[in-house]
Nanobody
Framework: QVRLIESGGGLVQAGGSLKLSCAAS????????VGWFRQAPGKEREFVGV????????NYADFAKGRFTISRNNAMNMVYLQMNSLKPEDTAVYYC????????????WGQGTQVTVSS
């Protein structure tokens, strides 16, 4: 199973930007759909966005559209989440997850990285 490691979280002021990274440490991500999810304190985990295994397609939650962008570099085995115009309500632990292109569920998850947006 692929092992994922997120990085890039931190504290940022409202209106600022952060770029999160998701690295695969055990095998290539080339054949995996990679999604980003987040969980705020006291709330359920929610979908942020996803990128197809061949880098062709992305899909975002409504709150992320126009502010967040997912990209990937298969040669580097990395997936990114660029977040702009951050709001305090974006404060959460952000997770990346991988689903093999032939699978139905995200079977591999990272440990998460904290994003805190101050007002």
């Amino acid at each position: 199973q692929v092992r994922l490691i997120e990085s890039g979280g931190g504290l940022v002021q409202a209106g600022g930007s952060l770029k999160l990274s998701c690295a695969a440490s055990t095998q290539t991500l080339n054949s995996y759909v990679v999604g980003w999810f987040r969980q705020a304190p006291g709330k359920e985990r929610e979908f942020v966005g996803v990128i197809g295994w061949n880098n062709a397609n992305t899909n975002y939650a409504d709150f992320a559209k126009g502010r967040f962008t997912i990209s990937r570099n298969n040669a580097m085995n990395m997936v990114y989440l660029q977040m702009n115009s951050l709001k305090p309500e974006d404060t959460a632990v952000y997770y990346c997850a991988a689903r093999h292109r032939g699978a139905t569920d995200f079977g591999a998850w990272g440990q998460g990285t904290q994003v805190t947006v101050s007002s």
